[in-house]
């Protein structure tokens, strides 16, 4: 038995086909865009994919920003250590010159002002900033970091500094190598402090608390070094040594922190009395000569120069370039007043200060004090090692950064890496066929046109069509 189908059934049918014929037009026309999802109903299993995909892709391009920020900030810190290190080279030429005793009045002053602009130029370029932000402020990158110490009339002070005995690298080896450490006398001051007693200049090692004479340290240790003693023998009265009894034992480390700011100015204490006289008191300390129980109080040796002082902090911060564990020293970007400076005897661990972010610079100061007063004998023995652990400082600090700046730009090679096969996923999963798009894209107006002219012949014509 047939089946008759009513006028409206047979037009319902006619209406879902070609409702169907126009929604996949409209998709193709829509995947003409170059993406086959644009909803998770057009395919939920490659559209979850797709996210991934783009969520790995925006991290990605985020570590980009990251590691582009990083060496613009590294690449600026690279170029003032770069003219830094210049100048220091030429300050140690300058730091030999002065060391030779021919020198006349008129070399000392021409060699002291070429090293007093050289010293200015120094501070000026370690204050050098990237947009507004401060390169070698740690943290504080808003804060200019280095600063003259000024007067209360505003002008560049002096002050009272420690003067400070630098070991060469035979002197280390003997006074303060005792094996446990590996002692680097390239890059680090090994110092003891100059003391006066009796208009005699003696020398304390504040690591053991003993006191040698200025003839020992500088000459006659030699002597014990040749005849096969090859480092101080704290059990044995060695040449030239006399005790430490600020904490009535004879070998007791000192607090340079006591009597020093981690800048090496010498602490005073200021006093008035009744009558309103203001008396500073220079502080001592307490050495038993010899063996001998009268405990003298000794002052320590300081020498009139200007000084730096250092206002940022020793604090990093990270550009972070890739997911995975966070590497602290690996993702640090910028270089501190500490890391380029170094320390000296003032502001080590051991010195009960903290670090002053700017030893180097005040030594060099102390140097260029050294060369103004015509003391050709302190520049061979002090001098030129100080010069040249100031350079190596810098150095040090400049091989470091470069490492990082290295490991930051193979880090940008992997990244750009990651990104064209991240973008190639997204192809795989989301890009549409052209070709066979335009195929079907060309079929599908065909058969909507097609059937939108079939309909009009084929469709029971309605009362109108009568009228």
Known sequence: MGIRMSSNQFTYNYNYQLQNAYKRQTKLFEDADGGNLHRPSDDSVAYNRLLRYKDYQLENQQYQKNVDAGLSWMHSSDSALTHISEIMKTLVTKSVQAAN??????????????????IQEVVATANSQEGNRFLFSGQKDLIQPFNWEKGSDGAVAVADRGLAKTLDSFQVNFFKNDGSKNIDTNSVLSQMLTLNHNGETYYLDTQ????????????????LF??????????????????????????TAVRVGNYFTNQGIIRTTTTTDDDGNVTTTVPSISIMFNGDESVTYTSFTTIQQN??????????FSMVKMNGAVQVEADTVNVTGFDVFGTDIF???????EYSGCAMVNQMLTVLAKVQAHDSHWMTSDGITVSNVANSSVLVSQTHLGARSQLYTNVKT?????????????????STDVAKLAVDLMQ?????SMSLSLGGRILPQSLADYL
Do not use: C, H
């Not at 053991?208 to 002597?223: A, L, R, W």
């Not at 599908?444 to 909507?448: D, E, F, R, V």
């Open 347 to 353: 502001d080590n661990p051991e010195s009960g200060n």
């Open 444 to 448: 599908a107006q065909t058969l909507y």
């Open 226 to 251: 040749n005849n096969g003693q090859l480092k101080v023998d704290p059990s044995a009265d060695s040449v030239g040594r006399v005790y430490n009894t600020e904490s009535s034992t004879y070998t």
């Open 414 to 430: 992997m990244l750009e890496i990651q990104d064209d096969n991240i973008t190639e996923n997204i192809t795989n999963v989301s």
């Open 307 to 316: 000084i730096v002082n250092y206002a940022g902090d020793m604090e990093y």
């Open 101 to 118: 005793d021919d020198n006349n009045e008129t070399d000392w002053d021409a060699i002291a002002k070429e090293m007093e602009a050289e």
């Open 208 to 223: 053991s608390g003993y006191v040698y004479t200025k003839s020992f340290v500088d000459e006659d240790y030699k002597e």
